[in-house]
């Protein structure tokens, strides 16, 4: 079975003490996850250190940074490199979230030098995709998801894509309590699939683990988790509220 996933996004959120809290009322939960199960807290970078000593008992339990920069090192001011990152044990990190896409410019080639830099340094890129609402409007998110996904992804070898895990978040849905509907969630994630299949084969395509990202919630969580080629979410608001985050970890396949 594909790795199923519950991965927290706290944004910009939380002061290191409400932090230190949120983590502690989520672990304390002592939810049992299967051995296919994980659940994932990308945090604001002061608190990596933190998360990671909060999490490092509990079994399939992870930290992930939220962005990291492109290039190895040198003069980039306020700027973290995917190998500082490695050097405090992060192994996951978010790359090309639509609000970095959208707020600091990030486009399709300078995410796959982001991808390029996570993978040399051993860090899971969580991927993230997804259309504007005009696009999905025009109906043409399937051509948009597709060349984020070839400008960004398609350079990787089959070895090295079968590390990733991909996130799509429509952007309408993001913040706006407007979740995909089911089938637009399962429709979007069959695809992607399908152009991993295309591109390297379907082993692999059947191993990358692909979250939806939207408006998760502890009420719809189960039946958007349930879709096939769904497995598991990257929440934003409702992972900031530990008994929300805990009832979304609970209802992953
Ligand atoms: P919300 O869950 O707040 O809609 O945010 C989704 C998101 O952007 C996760 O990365």
């Given at each position: 079975?594909?790795?199923?996933?519950?991965?927290?996004?706290?944004?910009m959120?939380?002061?290191?003490?409400?932090?230190?809290?949120?983590?502690?009322?989520?672990?304390?939960?002592?939810?049992?996850?299967?051995?296919?199960?994980?659940?994932?807290?990308?945090?604001?970078f002061?608190?990596l250190?933190?998360a990671?000593?909060?999490?490092?008992?509990?079994?399939?339990?992870?930290?992930a940074?939220?962005?990291c920069?492109?290039?190895?090192?040198?003069?980039?001011?306020?700027?973290?490199s995917a190998?500082?990152?490695?050097?405090?044990n992060?192994?996951y990190?978010i790359?090309?979230?639509?609000?970095?896409?959208?707020f600091?410019?990030e486009t399709?080639?300078?995410?796959?030098e982001?991808?390029?830099?996570?993978?040399?340094h051993?860090?899971t890129?969580i991927?993230?995709?997804g259309?504007a609402?005009?696009v999905r409007?025009?109906g043409t998110?399937?051509d948009y998801?597709?060349?984020?996904?070839?400008?960004?992804?398609?350079?990787?070898s089959?070895?090295q894509?079968?590390?990733l895990i991909?996130?799509?978040e429509?952007?309408?849905?993001i913040?706006?309590?407007?979740?995909?509907s089911?089938?637009?969630?399962?429709e979007m994630?069959?695809?992607i699939?399908?152009?991993?299949?295309?591109?390297?084969?379907?082993?692999?395509?059947?191993?990358?683990?692909?979250?939806?990202?939207g408006?998760?919630k502890?009420?719809?969580?189960?039946?958007i988790?349930?879709c096939?080629?769904?497995?598991?979410?990257?929440?934003?608001?409702?992972s900031?509220v530990?008994?929300?985050?805990?009832?979304?970890?609970?209802?992953?396949?």
């Amino acid at each position: 079975m594909r790795k199923q996933i519950a991965a927290a996004n706290w944004k910009m959120n939380m002061s290191y003490q409400d932090g230190v809290k949120l983590l502690d009322d989520v672990l304390s939960s002592k939810i049992t996850l299967t051995a296919d199960q994980q659940v994932i807290f990308a945090v604001p970078f002061p608190y990596l250190i933190m998360a990671k000593s909060e999490v490092a008992e509990e079994t399939n339990n992870f930290i992930a940074a939220q962005n990291c920069h492109h290039k190895e090192a040198g003069a980039f001011t306020g700027e973290v490199s995917a190998s500082m990152l490695h050097s405090v044990n992060v192994r996951y990190c978010i790359v090309g979230h639509s609000e970095r896409r959208a707020f600091f410019n990030e486009t399709n080639e300078m995410l796959a030098e982001k991808l390029d830099s996570c993978i040399k340094h051993q860090i899971t890129p969580i991927f993230c995709c997804g259309e504007a609402l005009e696009v999905r409007e025009s109906g043409t998110q399937n051509d948009y998801v597709s060349r984020q996904l070839e400008q960004s992804l398609f350079h990787l070898s089959a070895e090295q894509i079968r590390k990733l895990i991909i996130a799509y978040e429509p952007i309408w849905a993001i913040g706006t309590g407007k979740t995909a509907s089911t089938e637009q969630a399962q429709e979007m994630h069959a695809f992607i699939r399908s152009l991993l299949r295309g591109k390297f084969g379907s082993e692999i395509a059947n191993e990358v683990p692909i979250l939806y990202g939207g408006s998760v919630k502890a009420g719809n969580a189960k039946e958007i988790f349930a879709c096939d080629d769904v497995d598991g979410g990257l929440v934003g608001g409702a992972s900031l509220v530990a008994d929300d985050f805990i009832q979304i970890i609970r209802a992953l396949k």
